[in-house]
Structure formats: C-alpha cells, structure tokens
C-alpha cells in the first residue's frame, strides 16, 4: 500500500518498528489518519516516540509477537468477527489440508514431517489434499525435489478441495482454530506480559474498524524481521490482514517500512544471493538446474502470473548477454554463477573468517558496526587478501586494521594483517544522479545537483569502469570460465569528462526494449522468451516506456478533488499500480464492498475494470470467469475472475502455507534462541529450524542462563541512520546524540546500584562493552511465573570513528538466523550488566 | 493541506530554479511584506524527530554547538543558544501514567524557537538599533551593527537571544528572513514531517490554533491551551502576544516557559520613578546635609 493511504486507514496497528523514530515521513501519514479519527496502536518492548503519539501502548516482550498475534487471531476467529465474504472466497480458509497434517497443538511444538536428525521439515503433508502446491516463485528452496515439479503440475486438473461450510476438519479454519486455541488472553499476557485488558482492547479496535465500511493497516519494520521467527510475525500480520479483508483495499493493508532510501530497489534488483532482477531464482547446483530447460520447468509455476516466468528469463539474459545469447546456448544460461548453499551475510562472516572469501568490497556498508558479532567480522575482514570500502568518510570497517579491538587487545598487530584496504571516496545522493525505490516500490529520480568533492564517484561510475577493466583484461582470454565477463554487455553511454556512465541509459535497460531495435517495451507485457526482447528487472517495466519518456521523473500529483492515488506521480512497480491486490477491494461479483472504501470495480458494459487506480488483475478478466478444468488450463487461465491474488498458484491468500517456508504453514510462539525463559506455550524451546553458527567465537546463551538474566534488545535512534557513518561524522546530527549509551530501567538500575550517566559493562558470550547508562521509565520490567525480567535497550549506531562515538553494540551479538531468510536476531538476546568500567585495550 | 493546484506546473523532477511563492504550494500561504507571519508549534503532533534542529543549522550554516549526553531523555540540546535556533525538549512522564490520550502522551515533546514578541523586549533593549522588526514583523539581530554590549540577552523572558563565543554578538533565529524574503517557508517548518511546526500569518494562525484547541478538547485532552496567543499565558506582561506561539498540554513550567513573562520595559516608568524618587531624596537629603554645616559655619 502507499504510504500516504494511510491516511485513509480507520485503525493502524504499528508492531515491529518504531516508526515515528525510524520512518518520520511516513508517520506523516499516521498522523493525518489521527486527526480523521482513526485508532493507532503501538505494541513494542520499549515506549518510544512511536508510543507517545499512540491511542494504546502495549508493552511486549522482545520477542513474543507471534504469541500477541496469535491471541489476535484466536479472538477474531472464536468471536466470529473475521470478515466473511472477503476471506471465504479470497482466502484459503476453505482449503482442506492432507489428512496426514498435524500441528503444534498435538505434537507439543513441532509440525508433522518434523526430521529431528537433518533439524528440517519434509512438506508433504502440508500440502493441499491430492496436489502439491509451489509457492510463488522466489520462494522456491533447495529443500524440492525433482518429483515436486511433476506434483504440481496437478493443479491445472482442478480447483484446490474446499469445503465452504467450513466444517472438514481439515479445512484451514478448522486446523486454525485448533492451532490458536491455546492463544488465549490470559496467555498472552502471561507470555508478552502485556495485561489483558490492553491486549483486547487491541483486539477490539482491530475487528471494529474492519470490515466492508472500514479499514486497517498493519506497520513492521526490522523489528519483526531480525528474529528468527521474523518471516513467520509477518505471517502472522498477513493472516489476521487477510481474515479482516484489509488487504488490495484503500487504507488496507502491511507497510513494510524499509530503513533506507531504497532498500526495497535492492532486493528489487537484488543485492541478494538467491535472486536475480525482479524475484527471479538464482540457478542452483544442487537443483535439478543443469540446463535452462530443466531450470524453467522446475521453477515455472503451473498456473497464476508466475507461469509467464520464461519470458522474464530469456529478457534479462538478452539484456545480459546482448547477441552472445542464442536459443543454441540456452540463451547463456550456463554464464549465470550457480550458488551451492547459504551466501548471504552471517555465513558470509564466517566463511571471510576461515578463508573461504578472499575479496570483499564494501559500498555503503559499515559491517564492524551493523553487522552481528563485530569480533567475528573483525577477524574476517583481517583474513581478506583485499578489501575495497567505498564511502565518504573512513569507517570503522576501513581502519579495523589500525584501530579494531583485535589490535586494540594484543591479539594482533597491525604489521600481521595481510588485507589490503583500499578506501575509496564515494559520492552522495546529491552528487550522481539515478533512482530511488520507496516502501510502496514506488520508483522516484534525482538529478545530479552538483558534483562530489575531490575524487569522489558514484557507485555507478565505480562498477561502470571496474566492469570495463576486467572486460579488456579478459578480452583475449580463450578460457570457458571467462566466457560471462566476455559475453556480458557494457555498452552505456558516458556523460562527461570524468566517465560517468549514463544512470539514464541504465534505466533505460531495465524496463526494456525490443532486440535487436531497442526500441523501449512499454509494460512488461510485451516481454516474449523467444529472443525479440530484452529487460533488465521485468517488473520495472514501464518505468521508461518510451524513448523520450522516463516516467519516474514525473512529479503530477493529483489535484485536490483528484482520487488520490497520484498516478502521475513517479512510477510504482508493476505497472504503476498503487495498491497490489486492488481486485480485492471490490466483492467477488465485482462490486465495490462500501461507497467509502471504493477502489476498483467491474464495469459490465465496457467489459473490463475500473478504478481510481490501474488493476492489479487481467483487465478484461470478468468477475464471473470460470477456469475450464478439462482443458487443463496453464497460467492465469486457471485462475478464476474471483481470485485475486494472481501470484499464488491458486489466486488465493494462504492463511496456511504448503510450501515455500521452512518453519511451518502456520506461525506458531517460540522463545527468542537466547530468551531468559522457557517457553511457556510448548515443550520446542526454540524455533527448531532456526539458524545457528555455533562456533568458538560465536557461543549461544542456554534459555534462562543465570550467567546473562537480562533480555537484551537493540535498536536504530532518529538522530542516526544505521552503521552511522552518515550522522555521527555531520557535526548537526552527531551533537543530537553525541555518544553511546544504554537505556535501563530504574528498577533494575535500583537494584545494581546505577545511577544515570554512571558507566556499566554489558556482557555477552561473544564480547563485552561499557556505555553509559541512559536511566529511564519508558523501559520497564516484565513479570514472569514469579520472576522480574529486566529488559535492557541498546542504540548500535556507535563506533569509534566520526563526532558521535560509542562502543559498538554488535560486539555482544549473535550469528543466528531466520531459517527462511537467515536474518540475524538482534532484537531479543540475553546479556548481564554491572556498574564499572573496561580496562585499557577492550 | 491537501496538495495546491498549482503544484501541477511543475510536472517533472528537475526545476528550471527557485518555484516562486513556493510557500503557497508547501503551506498555502503566500509571503508579502508588511504581513505578520510567525510559527504555531502544536506540541501534541510532535514526534521528537528534530528535523527542525538539524533544518535550522543546514539552513543557517551554524556550528554545532554541545557535544555531550546530558542523560535529560533524548533532549541533548539542552537549551536555545547563539548557535542552536531552534531546541527539542523531551520530559518524560511515563512513571505514574495512568492511560493514554489521542496525541502526544506521556512522553512530552515540544520544539522551542524565538518567540518573536509584538512587543519585543530585546528589541527594545537594543541601544544600536542592530535588533529591528523587519517587513514581515519578525525580530533579526544584524550582526554587522551589533556592538555586542548584551543588553538584550537579560531583557529577553524567555532565555533566547545569546551572545557568540565566536564572534561576541548577540545571535538568535531569524524567523529565516533571507527564506521569506525569497517566498520560502522557514526552514524547521518546511522539514516537519508532521506539521507540528506551522508557519502562516499570524492571524490565521491564531484562529486555526483556536479550532484546534476545541477539537482536543472534544477529543478529550482537556488539558490543552494556547501559550502566546492573545490573552493566554506568555502573552502577559505587556509582550501582548508571540508571533511564535504554542499549543501545550501542561504547564508551562514544565517545558521551561515562564509561567507569566513580563517586559522589562514595563518596570520602566515605576523604575524610572523610584529612581527619580531616590535621587530626589538623596538630593534633599545632600541639600540638607551639606547645608547644615554651612549654616553651622556661619
């Protein structure tokens, strides 16, 4: 959803994120629906500022959201107050799951296909009764195997089993009431400590402002997604969206708020191991990938919007490739790195530490401070033969060598180091010119207003000149494994004196254009898999859809009797729509659910759809399209004028998952991996998939360990963005929070006799650090079977570089990761703190 | 505000220069000499970001000026200076809470600026004529006039006006005069996210904060009120009003605003006449001892 429908939200519940801290543009928006009358709700360990502008504070503890949802969903689910109409037909409620499926609730923690040896799950009978569903097409993991393809093809034979009464026992709403059952209030608020009576008024501002008249937003941010249950809270959110029909509909929806100006460009076109543009799958050695064919049809969703996969493929490798690619050499597919595992960031660390990684360039990441378990990535930046930061100060990932903590300590000197570091002085924002990609994929240009001081270049120009070098070093080589830098295309224009390659250019390739004319593709509609059309990122399609018209410079707002869904404005992937889902805005015969929370409709005698804003669904599909089974249908032939979610292989939301995540189909309460308690709900401690590198200088906390009975849990401020290199070394933003400090409750500060501003040492089993202590009431503690659980809140945007400086909070974090995403968990850990100070060479 | 009509003529990312008028589009007021323009700061929409802060000493070229945790909540800017215009300060009141209320609640936020005083008294303690009123009925110190004798820092009530270590003159928010002078909105108000800061002619002002008063009051903060409107607290003491006012939700004391500010000139004439007083009873009382030996002499 945009940001700015917020303001058309009657209740927004914010969870996971401190937004008016971390997002104060979007609260804009927060704030507008306030003053219209709406209900906003913050839920979160800490009162924050986010907190002080709410109607209702619900103090949780780090780390038991899906034990809150999960109560949220118990009681819309035995009150009876879900939103029928919407979540029977656009939802999988009425699915029935195979028979051989059970749940937490009866094996005490665990899923069925549980293999306690290999620590993972087998899906099979997670699955729909008779077929076996894919998930959406990135989500594929290696975990499939080759009999899954043949599997699903099975869905073009017919419609998913349903039972509309609901009454199959199970039906997802029937597993689901099971499942949630133990979630009652009374358990909430013995697990999150947040008393009852808040969390069902929580409850009831939910359900009251849901439904055909009215609508909610949920927004998350990290706080959600750095646990490992975090893909599973937002799960979580998207079931308890779904139940109360607020999702495709004005004011309705999940903000995922992303923490820099475009992160959500970078998993777009993706910085991420596992992806190529536009969510496509990396090709896997492990899979069954070893041509381009066996990589389509493993990865090609029989029916629904992914089954189109093929053209998005052969576009991006044309726009690759160029005319090196030919339907002879699969369109060089076999050019593409295959990956063999887990590249993303902790295992990263680890591999850097062994030796494994030999080169690393850093472009705007400071990892010793942002990254988990600084003193791991300290010595794994000391194990590089070089090391490339592009920056425009010199962070503490640029002079580890001279002033890290190894160094500091005696472990190493610096004459010992063998990396190479090269510091490069990088251009900002305003410097260079290029794109940004909002929260809402709404993709908004800047220009160059003036040039970066000294030697300073834009990442483009970096890559740009690098990718030229390598390419004449290589131009003459006769190596196969020198055959994708040779084939690779890196024709881009150059601006001016100084090179700089043209961003335009760029972003002409990524939305599109015919091959060999390149004549710009206007949507990514007109992409074909037979050769004739080239795209960098498919569903950026659109944003530059002809020659002299780059859409994302557009800046027409709507005027103030206009809709509001400012179409004219920049561009939003895909295909400038606004609202994803907005067919669900409308009921299954096309009509809008109210006069108030009208979006989109059917319009029967022009035949096709209608709206404020551009469909998220085939045009002219007509609300009352039937799929022809016995035809067996392929792509969105199979899915129904009633199904809006047209990139699931049913049109349907899933409430229950049968594939894609490794967790479980449904969310289900597991302590933090260091928590200070057992888990109340069930005998499975943990997440039992989650993530552990547990190594000699990565040790995990037991649950409940005396040696560190606080609950840690870390956290950005307004006053600085992430690793800090940008606020603490700009004297206006560094003052505003000039120094590290750690925020303690006065019971807890009471009891180890600290007063404010006193120096504590914080102490984990990865490292120690001394801050200052920050003594405030907004932190408070919890109370438990008998027991107090202090919780302590840690900024981590310190190090020892710039004005602001601080000792680094990562040094007392953990590698330990999602199993579906393997991000970190830093926002619940377990630490112990003492009044006092370090000695010299901490 | 919803967005300006005229908004739609400027339909591409790249501007020709400078919109003119640009306020009108980004506030919906347009910027004419010899108008009274000011702040409203809505306390109860802050959310403590200090864009405003940071806003203010891009705009302003101005050095930071306090490096160093002062462990009062988020607040490390401690006070207005000759360097820091405008100030954000935070006081908890989580301890004791016993709900929530729409808007700001138990974490009280509010950023600090010059008040702009209609009857100003730095103004009026000026002797060089450096502080003026200028066309749009704001207070600016100009720095090549001002000598430096600090008159106006202790005539000020409200702690504002401080003089520079750097240069020994006395230096305080502009109201952004080079800004509206180029039909721009001041620079804090411009970069508030949730318009807590509004910036207008101070007319309108007052009649909007007036609405938004009774709003808060059906919404049930029946603790809000006005501080420097006419006839309010802060506009005592013969300042009349504040071109800069607010709206708050607790006493005064607790944001570090007087309570009931006065105009030193006030103290004026009384002063002048218990000084005329006194030197007329010195007078007699010399007269009466210098001639007393005099007549003993003679």
Known sequence: MPQWDLANSDVILVMGSNM?????????????????????????????RTSALCDIYAPVRAGSDIAFLGGIIRYILEKDLWFKEYALHYTNIATIIDERYQGPDELDGLFSGWDEEGKRYTYESWQYEGMTVPSSLAEHYIDTTESFNDETKRLSEGPPPQDMTLQHPNCVYQIMRRHYAGYTPEMVEKVTGCPAETFLKICEALTKNSGPDRTGAICYAVGW?????????????????????????????????????????????????????????????????????????????????????????????????????????????????????DHSQLPMTVAMRDGVIRG???????????????????????????LVVRDFAETESA?????????????????????????????????KAGTFTNTHRLIQWHDRVVDGPGDSRSELWFVHHLAKRLKALYAESDRPQDEPLKNLTW???????????????????????????????????????????????????????????????????????????????????????RTLVNRASADPDG???????????????????????????????????????????????????????????????????????????????????????????????????????????????????????????????????????????????????????????????????????????????????????????????????????????????????????????????????????????????????????????? | MGV????????????????????????GTKIEPGKRYGFFTDTTLCIGCKACEVACKEWNSLPADNMGLSGMSYDNTVKLSADTWRHVMFVEKVDGATGMQPFQSNWLMMSDVCKHCKNAPCLEACPTGALFRTEFDTVVVQQDICNGCGYCVPSCPFGVVELSMADGKAHKCTLCYDRLKGGLEPACAKSCPTDSILFGEVDDLVERAGKRVEELHERGVTDAYLYGAPNTPGATGGLEQLNAFFLLTDRPEVYNLPPAPTRPANRLAPGLLAGMAAMAGLTLAAAAIFSAPGEKRR
């Open chain 1, 360 to 386: 690393l360039f850093l472009m705007g990441q400071n990892p010793v401070v942002g990254s988990s378990n600084s003193h791991m990535v300290q010595r794994g930046l000391a194990n590089l033969e070089w």
């Open chain 2, 4 to 27: 300006h009509p005229r908004a739609q003529d400027y339909p591409e990312s790249f501007l020709p220069g400078v919109i003119p008028d640009e306020s009108e589009l980004t506030v």
């Open chain 1, 225 to 341: 997604t750095h646990h490992s249950t975090g893909v599973q809270m937002i799960r979580a959110a998207a079931i308890i969206q779904a139940l109360l029909g607020n999702v495709g509909r004005p004011g309705g929806g999940i903000l995922a708020l992303r923490g820099h100006t475009s992160i959500q460009g970078s998993t777009d076109i993706p910085t991420l191991y596992d992806m190529l543009p536009g969510y496509l799958p990396q090709p896997h050695a492990f899979k069954p990938h070893e041509t381009f064919k066996d990589f389509l049809e493993m990865e090609q969703t029989p029916t629904g919007w992914w089954a189109n996969f093929p053209k998005y493929a052969v576009s991006l490798l044309r726009a690759w490739y160029g005319d090196a690619a030919t339907p002879e050499n699969d369109w060089g597919f076999d050019w593409l790195p295959k990956i063999i595992g």
């Open chain 1, 591 to 842: 009509k809008p659910w109210s006069e108030r929370k009208k979006l989109m409709w059917w319009n029967a005698e022009k035949g096709h759809w209608d709206g404020h804003d551009k469909p998220d669904f085939p045009r002219t599909k007509s609300p009352d399209f039937k799929p022809d089974w016995d035809s067996q249908p392929q792509g969105m032939d199979a899915i129904g004028g009633a199904d809006p979610y047209i990139m699931i292989a049913d049109g349907k939301a899933s409430l229950f998952v049968p594939s894609g995540l490794k967790d479980g189909p449904l969310p289900t309460h597991y302590e933090p991996v260091e928590a200070p308690i057992r888990n109340p709900m069930y005998k499975v401690q943990g997440n039992p998939t989650a993530k552990r590198w547990e190594h000699w200088d990565n040790p995990l906390h037991d649950p409940g360990s005396p040696d560190y009975p606080y609950a840690l849990t870390t956290y950005r401020l307004t006053e600085h963005h992430s690793g800090g290199t940008p606020t603490r070394s700009v004297p206006t933003t560094a003052e505003l929070q000039p120094e590290g400090f750690a925020e303690i409750s006065y019971e807890l500060a009471e009891e180890l006799g600290i007063k404010n501003l006193d120096w504590v040492v914080l102490t984990t089993a990865r490292g120690e650090i001394e801050t200052r202590a920050l003594l405030t009431h907004r932190l408070r503690p919890f109370h438990y079977d008998g027991r107090i659980i202090h919780q302590i809140g840690l900024p981590w945007h310190f190090g020892w570089k710039g004005y602001a400086t601080g000792d680094i909070a990562n040094v007392l974090t953990a590698l330990i990761g999602d199993p579906n995403t393997s991000m970190h968990e830093n926002k619940a850990l377990t630490c112990n703190l003492r009044r006092g100070r370090l000695g010299k060479g901490h």
């Open chain 1, 399 to 431: 002079t580890f060598w001279y002033q890290g903590h190894q160094v500091r300590n005696g472990e190493v000197r610096p004459e010992d180091i063998k990396t190479e570091v090269f510091l490069m002085p990088a251009s900002l924002a305003g410097e």
């Open chain 1, 491 to 577: 024709d881009y224009s150059e601006d001016d004196v100084m090179g700089e390659p043209s961003a335009d250019d760029v972003l002409k390739e990524i939305n599109g254009y015919t091959w060999p004319e390149r004549k710009q593709v206007g949507d990514y509609q007109d992409l074909k898999d037979d050769g004739s059309t080239a795209c960098g990122c498919w569903i950026y399609s659109g944003v530059y859809p002809a020659e002299a018209h780059n859409q994302s410079r557009s800046r027409c707002p709507d005027g103030p009797d206009g809709p509001g869904t400012h179409l004219g404005w920049a561009f939003a992937w895909p295909s400038n729509r």
């Open chain 1, 20 to 48: 008016a801290e971390n997002h104060p543009i979007a609260f804009r928006f927060v704030m507008q629906a306030k003053e219209r009358g709406a209900t906003v709700i913050h839920a979160d360990p800490r009162f924050t």
